[in-house]
């Protein structure tokens, strides 16, 4: 893994308690609140992937994606949401996500999720 996971959420709790839950499965997490915080960070960081929410003021997760999709195509992005049953996981993959996982998150999943994405990358690079 070359760098951290990072955690997109505006709600300061949910995203404390994912880090919290990711760090105790062995990942390395960093968070922020937004997705324009996000965008500041990958600009100074290398960042292995990113989980982000859909739901935000100012850019949405969806957007975030389209924007990630263009300016860094090989980073993976998993989008979690409440919305699951209105069709924004679908939005979510056209926009470039490689997953969508449901809100409340089962960390467990997300951690599986994270993994297979981690390998996939791995496996894709040439120097791998």
């Known amino acids: 893994m070359d760098g951290p996971i990072l955690i997109i959420d505006n709600e300061d709790d949910s995203r404390f308690l994912l880090c919290e839950a990711l760090r105790l499965r062995g990942f390395t997490t960093l968070s922020v609140a937004s997705a324009n915080a996000a965008l500041l960070h990958l600009a100074r960081a290398k960042i292995a992937a990113i989980v982000t929410d859909v739901q935000m003021p100012?850019?949405?997760?969806?957007?975030?994606?389209?924007?990630?999709?263009?300016?860094?195509?090989?980073?993976?992005?998993?989008?979690?949401?409440?919305?699951?049953?209105?069709?924004?996981?679908?939005?979510?993959?056209?926009?470039?996500?490689?997953?969508?996982?449901?809100?409340?998150?089962?960390?467990?999943?997300?951690?599986?999720?994270?993994?297979?994405?981690?390998?996939?990358?791995s496996a894709e690079r040439p120097d791998a």
Do not use: Q, Y
């Open 58 to 121: 100012g850019m949405s997760g969806i957007e975030l994606c389209r924007e990630l999709k263009r300016t860094h195509p090989s980073l993976g992005v998993i989008v979690m949401s409440s919305a699951a049953a209105d069709g924004t996981w679908a939005e979510a993959i056209a926009a470039g996500a490689v997953t969508f996982v449901p809100k409340p998150v089962k960390v467990d999943d997300l951690a599986a999720e994270l993994h297979n994405l981690l390998g996939r990358e």
